[in-house]
């Protein structure tokens, strides 16, 4: 019972190493230690690796816990680690709106598709929205299928005026 206990107790975040700048610290549970996951002079791609390494982890099943280290007066800071923010799901007033079936892409098209959800998730990741729930990611996907380049770029575009408080 003890050693139950003693796993479920997680080690307050280290400072990260080296001189002050945007850092993530991941908890490891199966270590129970705390790994520098990102890193950056300046906050935007820290919070952006944030996003996919959670997504990934989130995937596998796996709990993901994250602290946010940067500077302040330059000294380290902790700051307040971006909490998971779920992307409503669009719905009609009949209930869900239906998915389109997937179709086979050819090579080409499959690599376009690819660069379609990498700009959508990193427009996603700008507005601070870091951990998609699985509803989520199939709503990202039905909007990668049925939309062109251009459009979803304007989309990213806006989910990053949206984030920067412009």
């Known amino acids: 019972m003890e050693s139950r206990q003693t796993r479920r107790i997680r ?3 280290p400072q990260p ?13 199966a270590s129970s230690s705390w790994l520098l996951g990102a890193e950056s002079p300046d906050r935007g791609p820290v ?18 816990t994250v602290e946010l280290w940067g500077p ?5 800071h902790r700051f307040e680690a971006p909490s998971p923010t779920p992307i409503p799901t669009p719905t009609s007033a009949a209930g869900p709106v239906p998915q389109a079936a997937p179709a086979s892409p050819g090579k080409l098209a499959e690599r376009m598709e690819d660069r379609r959800h990498q700009v959508l998730m990193a427009g996603l990741g700008r507005a601070g929205l870091h951990d998609l729930a699985p509803d989520d990611v199939t709503a990202l996907r039905s909007l990668v299928d049925g939309v062109d380049e251009t459009t979803l770029r304007r989309i990213a575009h806006w ?6 408080g412009r």
């Open 11 to 13: 080690p307050e975040s």
């Open 17 to 29: 190493p080296g001189p002050p700048r945007w850092a993530a610290m991941f908890y490891d549970p």
């Open 47 to 64: 919070l952006y690796a944030v996003g996919e390494m959670t997504q990934a982890g989130r995937t596998r099943g796996d709990e993901v």
């Open 72 to 76: 302040r007066e330059g000294a380290w």
């Open 159 to 164: 989910l990053d005026l949206a984030g920067s």
